[in-house]
Structures are given as structure tokens and as C-alpha cells.
């Protein structure tokens, strides 16, 4: 019963995480076309509030229940899911430079980067829900 509650806690922390994910570099789009002072600040305060009170609570829950989870999975498929979770959190963590450095007054990349950086979520998300499923090798 425990390790089910702890799958359960794993997949719902996961969806959150994902949720901010996708949005934040949506986000970023506006923030980035945005033209006025007070819809830049407005979304600072969207995209910070998003990053520090949903998405890194979620990504802390998802890697621990991950690492609890672990040793019930064997084969090579855990590996390569192991490395994709990896570029995940490196591409959260660079999530949380972009916030900073927008509430410095900076704008680092184009709207073009951020509609084409927000495509990487969910093609990992892909190949990590057929890992997880078909469990290939």
C-alpha cells in the first residue's frame, strides 16, 4: 500500500511539474512581447510565482517518490528515462535563470526561441510515457 501511495504522489507531482512546464515558456512568449512596463511586471510576478510556489515543489516531490520508486524497475529503459528526467530538471533549472534574469529587466531570448524552447517538454514526455509503458529493453 505504501509503494502505491507513493506511485500515486509520483504521477499527480509529475502532472503539476509538467503543467508549469508547458506554461512558464508560454509565458516567456508574452513576457517577451509584451510593450508596456505594467505587463512586465505582471508577468514577473505570474512566472515567478509559478516557478517557486508550483513547479519546484512538484519537481521536488516527482524526483523523490522517483527515487523511492526506483528499485522496483530493472532493465535499460530506466536508464535512458533516468537521463531524460535529467535534462528535465537542467531544463527547469534554466526555467528559473530566464525568471531571474526577466525580473533583473532583461529579456534574454526572442519570442521565436521560447515558442520553439517549449517544444521540448513535450516530446520528452513522449518518449519517457512510452518508455515507462512499453519498457523496450
Known amino acids: 500500500m505504501f509503494m502505491l501511495t507513493i506511485k500515486v ?4 507531482a509529475v502532472v503539476f511539474w509538467y503543467a508549469g512546464l508547458l506554461y512558464l515558456p508560454r509565458l516567456f512568449v508574452y513576457h517577451t512581447e509584451a ?8 508577468f514577473c510576478l505570474m ?6 510556489r508550483i513547479m519546484l515543489p512538484s519537481m ?3 524526483l523523490i517518490c522517483g527515487l523511492l520508486l526506483l528499485p522496483n524497475y530493472q532493465g535499460g529503459w530506466i536508464g535512458i528515462k533516468l537521463l531524460l528526467v535529467l535534462l528535465l530538471v ?4 534554466y526555467c528559473g535563470v530566464v525568471v531571474r534574469r526577466f525580473v533583473i529587466g532583461g529579456t534574454p531570448h526572442s519570442g521565436r526561441f521560447f515558442r520553439i524552447f517549449n517544444e521540448i517538454p513535450p516530446l520528452v514526455l513522449l518518449v519517457v510515457v512510452w518508455l515507462v509503458v512499453v519498457k523496450p529493453f
Open 35 to 42: 510593450e508596456d512596463d505594467i505587463s512586465r511586471q505582471r
Open 9 to 12: 504522489l509520483h504521477i499527480a
Open 60 to 62: 521536488v516531490v516527482t
Open 47 to 52: 512566472e515567478s510565482r509559478l516557478y517557486w
Open 90 to 93: 537542467l531544463y527547469h533549472i
